[in-house]
């Protein structure tokens, strides 16, 4: 191979990239967000300066079920969000994921820092229930359950589809040859041609359980606010860079 080919790969293994250049198209993406009130000390210490908590204590507990996703194929994802604050303004700081599908989980930690691991998460419809599940190494660490389709949310799907058009931001880090911190950055994206066709609230419930490789049950669950469900399109474009820690720490 040349430079030249080199250079024009989208990802490793040359022989055969596990993901191909974006924008990454997303069709039928289904959510379950619970959100819930946590510890103000745990959730400071989950969130990287120069970030600052949201000062309602807010955690967005997810399942994302992606069936048609370009280059990434059908998987589950499921994790923590935590709305925060960047220069005062409104942003989301993604603090774990977990997922079942190899190409996504390369890509988003390599292109935009997603802090994902692989993992067994589920989202189902269990008779009159929305479910969400999570197993680690064998383990549940996260349940979650809300009424199906209980009540039209608030604003329907234009409020929904302009609340996705928020910000959202994660810590890459990625080691140099020598296992110092060749990349340390807060990276930033914004999702794009957003179509939501139904958005839901219901009551919800969620249980967290203690897992040292999984550590969702690091922020406790003080009260639970409510649950969301929607179903979108949607499309994730490349990231921008939001702080250097070793530019800008050092600046």
């Known amino acids: 191979m040349t430079p030249e080919e080199i250079l024009k790969l989208p ?19 289904e959510f379950m967000i619970v959100t819930y009130e946590t510890d103000p000390v745990a959730l400071r210490a989950a969130v990287p300066e120069p970030l600052v908590p949201n000062e309602e204590n807010l955690v967005l507990y997810e399942w994302i079920k992606m069936p048609d996703s370009s280059g990434f194929g059908d998987y589950t994802e499921s994790g923590i969000v935590i709305p925060c604050t960047f220069n005062g303004e409104p942003i989301n700081y993604t603090a ?58 608030p604003g329907g799907c234009e409020a929904q589809a302009k609340s996705m058009t928020k910000t959202s931001c994660n810590l890459k880090i990625i080691p140099d040859v020598d296992g110092s911190p060749k990349i340390c950055q807060l990276v930033a994206y914004n999702l794009e041609n957003i179509t939501v066709k139904g958005c839901w609230v219901s009551p919800a419930r969620l249980q967290l359980i203690p897992h040292v490789n999984a550590p969702v049950a690091d922020l406790p669950i003080l009260r639970i606010v409510g649950g969301k469900h929607f179903v979108s399109d949607l499309t994730l474009p490349h990231g921008r860079v939001l702080f250097d820690y070793i530019k800008d720490a050092a600046g």
């Open 11 to 29: 990802s490793m293994p040359a022989a055969a990239p596990s993901y191909p250049l974006g924008p990454y198209r997303f069709i039928n993406r």
């Open 96 to 153: 774990q994921m977990y997922l079942d599908d190899q190409p996504p989980i390369d890509g988003g930690r390599e292109i935009w820092g997603f802090p994902k691991k692989y993992a067994l998460p589920k989202l189902l419809v269990a008779s009159d229930t929305l479910t969400g599940t999570l197993s680690y190494a064998g383990q549940t660490v996260a349940m979650g359950t809300m009424a199906y389709k209980w009540q039209e949310a």
